[in-house]
């Protein structure tokens, strides 16, 4: 008898733990499931608006003369909308260019956009390009600067040019190194 009534108690207590482990577990994964849900997912991208400059990063271009051209970008998004803010650096010049522009677009074709610029100068200026994307589910913002080099290049803007399909985005830069020691 005294092995029955032991036999049932160490029952009771195996199936009273076995119910309070499997409750406890199916909160959790429930509970994973939905933070799971309501966490967007990671992004491995860089931040901001999905969309690149497909069209030649330099364009050379002969001083206090009016170049006609067009800047082609591409999304992946398949619809929405695009807000392009045109600002020119000191030296360059829109002309019969519309400063803020909105584009709709329909599929992931890559989009062209005419501009008219001129330089007044030979020299390195930069035409920056602030586009908002708007699409039905987000808004996301990037910046891009289409390089216009009037008179010749030099030889080392000439190493920098882009070549085509390569995704490296060289920057001008200059290192100086030092034989000093730093001493603690």
């Known amino acids: 008898m005294k092995f029955l009534y032991c036999s ?21 994964v429930a509970r994973s499931a939905a933070t799971a849900e309501s966490t967007p997912p990671i992004k491995t991208a860089k931040p901001g608006a999905a969309i690149k400059l497909v069209s030649d990063s330099l364009l050379s271009v002969v001083a206090n003369e009016v170049v006609h051209t067009d800047i082609v ?11 392009i803010d045109f600002s020119a650096t ?21 989009i062209k956009i005419p501009i008219v610029v ?3 100068s ?8 602030r586009i908002k994307l708007n699409n039905a589910a987000t808004a996301s913002v990037r ?15 000439s190493r920098v040019q882009k070549i085509a399909g390569e995704n490296v985005i060289v920057l001008p ?12």
């Open 8 to 28: 049932l108690k160490s029952g009771f207590v195996l199936f009273v733990f076995s119910v309070l482990i499997l409750g406890c577990v199916e909160k959790s």
């Open 73 to 83: 970008l591409q999304t992946s998004e398949p619809s929405g909308e695009l807000i």
């Open 90 to 110: 000191q030296g360059l010049s829109l002309e019969n260019t519309i400063t803020s522009q909105t584009i709709k677009f329909h599929a992931s074709s890559p």
């Open 118 to 120: 001129k330089a007044l």
């Open 122 to 129: 030979d020299g390195r200026y930069y035409l920056n390009l």
């Open 143 to 157: 910046n891009l600067a289409l390089i216009i080099q009037a008179g010749p290049l030099s030889e080392k803007a």
């Open 173 to 184: 830069a200059q290192e100086t190194i030092s034989s000093n020691k730093l001493s603690r």
